[in-house]
């Protein structure tokens, strides 16, 4: 249940949009206690959100 693409399909997602899916995905989990796999797919959320990142400062870097 990857509300992004993973960060290894190579597939572009907007910084913005990763941290949405984020939000989404830590509203969901409101109140509950974590699973493993929650823990999981929260980190795999965060790499996309830091490879998004990353790939919007290097065009802001190269646009310079």
């Known amino acids: 249940m990857s509300p992004?693409?993973?960060?290894?399909?190579g597939a572009p997602v907007p910084?913005?949009?990763?941290?949405?899916?984020?939000?989404?995905?830590?509203?969901?989990r409101h109140g509950l206690a974590w699973t493993a796999q929650d823990?999981?797919?929260?980190?795999a959320l965060l790499e996309v959100w830091?490879?998004?990142v990353?790939?919007?400062v290097a065009e802001v870097v190269e646009a310079a």
Not at 4 to 9: F, I, K, L, M, Q
Not at 15 to 28: G, K, P, Q, T
């Open 4 to 9: 992004t693409p993973a960060a290894h399909t």
């Open 15 to 28: 910084a913005s949009e990763a941290n949405d899916s984020i939000r989404r995905f830590v509203r969901a």
């Open 39 to 43: 823990m999981a797919e929260y980190a």
């Open 50 to 52: 830091m490879l998004a």
């Open 54 to 56: 990353r790939a919007e």
